[in-house]
């Protein structure tokens, strides 16, 4: 007798595709709708995870697009330490799919929100929608609302002349204004600030209002730039605390698999969107314990470098095999290790 399933790939099984291969095999990449030549401008944007693409894009001899650069005079490591090049724009983290919408949003006028600026103990200012961005803070809102109104302008540029965005979503949960719905990345009064339960409420949308969020950007994206190609990845890095009142890992265990669903519905209802699979690369039978550092948190660089591999297999051109600048390897590694996760703030004893 026949059935459906005899005449299937053998990625399709996991016997085959799993279970009779080494780990360092598996490569869970049937297709991708697209790949990326040297020529085109690769933007990124995410969590703490997706910081890694920037240093291994560079390596790899892609466009590493950075549309919002640091200012003149300021050395690598300080510039780094700043925030500059970490993403495509000094955005501090982007966990949520909400966060990058409403990034968009904010830079083209289409959403106002009425929190402006929190104050540090040191009495500094800090941008509440990036609120580690600036890690020494502004001395004054002047220079806060400047610092703004250059970074909205350079958000505009990167969505209107990238080819392609790589946005890496790392959580569900955030905080959000009671009236209008603003996400930020922290709670206030963990990064400057101070929480008012009257002002922030705490957010953790299902999958499919992230499915909603996503299709929403990649659709206003297209209108602004109508070649902008999307590959969405989730982090496979825990997440540090959760609020709701459940054990962190079954919290984590939820977020990851709401996330993995709308990003699923995305690419299904949008076929040119596409996913590359970071999280199950590093957390599949085999590979975890490897790819995870003592915290069971950080992914290793042994972990980052085989999901780089694979990315790079998948979604390079050829053409783009060699660096076309030379690069200091010694200090790219040096900078990764000191990764900004704004997110660490909620426990600083980690």
């Known amino acids: 007798m026949s059935h459906p399933y005899e005449q299937l790939p053998d990625h399709q099984f996991w016997r085959r595709a ?23 401008k690769v933007a990124t944007a995410g969590s703490c995870f997706a910081q890694n693409l920037a240093p291994a894009l560079r390596a790899r001899g892609l466009n590493y697009y950075v549309a919002e650069s640091a200012p003149a005079g300021l050395t690598p490591d300080e510039a780094w330490r700043r925030n500059y090049g970490r993403f495509s724009c000094r955005f501090g983290n ?114 499919g209002e992230i499915a909603a969020d996503l299709l929403a950007f990649a659709d206003e994206l297209a209108a602004i730039n109508a070649r902008a190609k999307v590959i969405l990845t989730v982090s496979p890095q825990p997440l540090t605390a959760t609020y709701r009142p459940i054990h962190a890992l079954v919290a984590n265990a939820v977020t990851k698999a709401a996330l993995r669903a709308a990003v699923d519905e995305v690419c299904t209802q949008r076929p040119g969107i596409a996913y590359f699979p970071a999280y199950e690369i590093v957390t599949m039978p085999g590979n975890a314990m490897r790819f995870f550092a003592d915290n069971q948190r950080t992914v290793t660089p042994l972990g980052v470098a085989h999901v780089m591999r694979l990315f790079f297999k998948h979604f390079a051109m050829e053409t783009t095999a060699a660096p076309t600048q030379q690069i200091d390897a010694a200090a790219e590694a040096q900078r990764l290790a000191t990764a900004a996760c704004e997110e660490d703030a909620l426990d600083p004893g980690r």
């Open 18 to 40: 799993v279970a009779m291969l080494p780990p360092a095999a598996v490569d869970p990449i049937a297709e991708v709708p697209f790949r990326i030549s040297a020529t085109d």
């Open 94 to 207: 982007i966990y949520t799919a909400r966060q990058l919408l409403q990034t968009m949003r904010r830079a083209y006028g289409r959403l106002a929100p009425d929190v402006d600026a929190w104050t540090t103990s040191e009495g500094r200012f800090v941008d509440p929608f990036r609120p580690t961005a600036e890690p020494d803070g502004f001395a004054t809102l002047d220079a806060l609302h400047a610092d703004r109104a250059s970074h909205l302008e350079s958000v505009r540029r990167m969505m209107e002349t990238l080819d392609v965005l790589i946005f890496t979503m790392g959580l569900t949960e955030c905080w959000q204004t009671r009236g209008e719905g603003a996400v930020v990345p922290l709670a206030p009064g963990v990064a400057g600030g101070t929480f008012d339960p009257n002002e922030f409420v705490f957010c953790n949308p299902r999958a």
